[in-house]
């Protein structure tokens, strides 16, 4: 019984394998084109493989080039100019390599994973402005009355992840220190640098 199913799968196969190349079936091309320049011929023993390193973008994916914070954005986005909006200085070379913060979180209608009915930004910026007030004296009643999200002790995070204006403001801070609130796409930060 198995030779026989082995024998009927084996036949079919041979007759698919005919039939297409009677009807002309050609292997088709991949979708994303190759670059010559990106294109490299790697041999392992008998076998040889050939690896195509194609931009994301290249796939119809549009990625924004500014997503990395350290990359400063033309057009100011949120958070990548200091609140008068000026430009973000350099951090200083004394500056820690990472900090443990804690953070208020203010949510507003437009920022990312704001609940659907959130406040509006002004409405946002007035609670903010008055949650910032009361963190330089006590930031864990501030983080209580912030909105989910918001933490007084956050861990540690290191250069290069926050927006540049929250991260000059927060690895500038002293340690006890608070600052804010700072205008980031998540909404309005108010931050105290833990140590």
Known sequence: MQRALSLVVGVSAVVLAVALVASGYKK??????????TEATVSASDASFTSTSVEVADAGFALDPYDS????????????????????????????????????????????????????????????????????????GAVQKGDPGSSDDLGRVGRGILEPATEYSLFTLSPGGAAGPFDTPRGFWIVKRIE
């Open 28 to 37: 088709p091309q991949s979708v994303l084109p190759k670059d010559a320049a």
């Open 69 to 140: 914070p350290t990359t400063a954005r033309p057009d100011g986005g949120v958070g990548y100019t200091m609140a008068d909006g000026t430009p973000v200085p350099s951090l200083p070379d004394s500056a820690p390599r990472s900090v443990r913060f804690g953070v208020v979180l203010v949510t507003y209608a437009g920022a990312q994973f704001a609940p659907p009915g959130v406040r509006s930004k002004d409405m946002a910026r007035e609670l903010a402005t008055k949650l910032a007030q009361e963190a330089t004296t006590d930031f864990r």
